[in-house]
């Protein structure tokens, strides 16, 4: 993950708002409620939903907690392609395939497409 700097904290909150949404994202996949996770995890439900929200940051240890009972492993939690806007994800798209033979193409394009549908 490339950890970008600036003055103030506006590279950490983007990064605790990016944390939070994907521990939530996670978290409703498995059909878990908050209240089930703040239980296995061992917090108040109000911390976990300030983690959500992007207002708290967990500790290391409680991202430990998390990613156990969420049965993931702690680098989906920090997978920086979502802080990309469209634009450079598409560039991104675009330098992959450039280097890939017509064939894989052609089969990016068709599970692209059935993904969709």
């Known amino acids: 993950m490339l950890l970008r700097t600036s ?7 983007e990064y605790k708002k990016f944390l939070g949404a994907k521990i939530k994202e996670i978290r409703r996949s498995r059909s ?12 108040d439900p109000k911390h976990l939903s300030r983690i959500e929200c992007g207002k708290n940051s967990p500790s290391l240890d409680l991202i430990y907690k998390i990613c156990s009972v ?3 492993n702690p ?3 920090f997978d920086e392609s979502m802080l990309k806007d469209k634009s450079e994800l598409i560039q ?7 280097g890939e033979s017509e ?8 599970i692209l497409i059935n993904s969709l549908n």
Do not use: A
């Open 103 to 110: 064939s894989n193409v052609r089969k990016f394009y068709k």
């Open 32 to 43: 878990y409620t908050q209240d089930f996770l703040s239980e296995k995890i061992g917090i």
């Open 92 to 98: 991104d798209i675009s330098k992959i395939l450039s």
């Open 70 to 72: 969420l049965n993931v």
């Open 7 to 13: 003055g103030d904290n506006t590279c950490m909150n």
């Open 75 to 77: 680098s989906v939690l």
